[in-house]
């Protein structure tokens, strides 16, 4: 089983920036590709960014591109979502997932095994 962890939600003024971590542990997968996803309007998860387990490849959702970066540290078990430029549409509960490994990094939620417990961003306008 691996538990994830976020860390790092809070209250923010649009304009300004947050960084959520997420912490592995557990009988973690060793090339576990992970993501960020948020519930949106309608509850569903949505993809926010991805990186895999090399951390070569990242990809984003258009509505953050060029305003989040992803990273992560494998030795250390832990994952980074550095968010900038916040505006009050990202307010979200943002979730820190992983698969159970593989090649292709997915942007689908039911390709994600393990899911942390969620963290509240709220961004004020």
């Known amino acids: 089983q691996v538990q994830l962890l976020e860390s790092g939600g809070g209250l923010v ?3 300004g920036s947050l960084t959520l971590s997420c ?3 557990g009988r973690t997968k060793g090339t576990s590709n992970m993501a960020w996803f ?6 569903e998860r949505e993809f926010v960014a991805g990186i895999t387990y ?3 490849t990242t990809k984003f959702a258009d509505s953050v591109k ?3 970066t992803i990273s992560r540290d494998n030795a250390r ?3 980074h979502l550095q968010m900038n430029t916040l505006k009050p549409e990202d307010t979200a509960v943002y ?3 992983a698969d159970q490994g593989g090649y292709k990094l997915y942007t689908l939620p039911q390709f994600y ?5 969620g963290t509240q961003v709220t961004v004020s306008s």
Request: charged share 15%.
């Open 66 to 68: 060029g305003r989040f």
């Open 95 to 97: 979730y820190c997932a």
């Open 13 to 15: 003024q649009a304009g």
């Open 38 to 43: 948020r519930l949106d309007s309608e509850q």
């Open 23 to 25: 912490a592995a542990s």
């Open 54 to 56: 090399s951390g070569g």
């Open 77 to 79: 078990g832990v994952m």
């Open 113 to 117: 095994a393990w899911w942390g417990q």
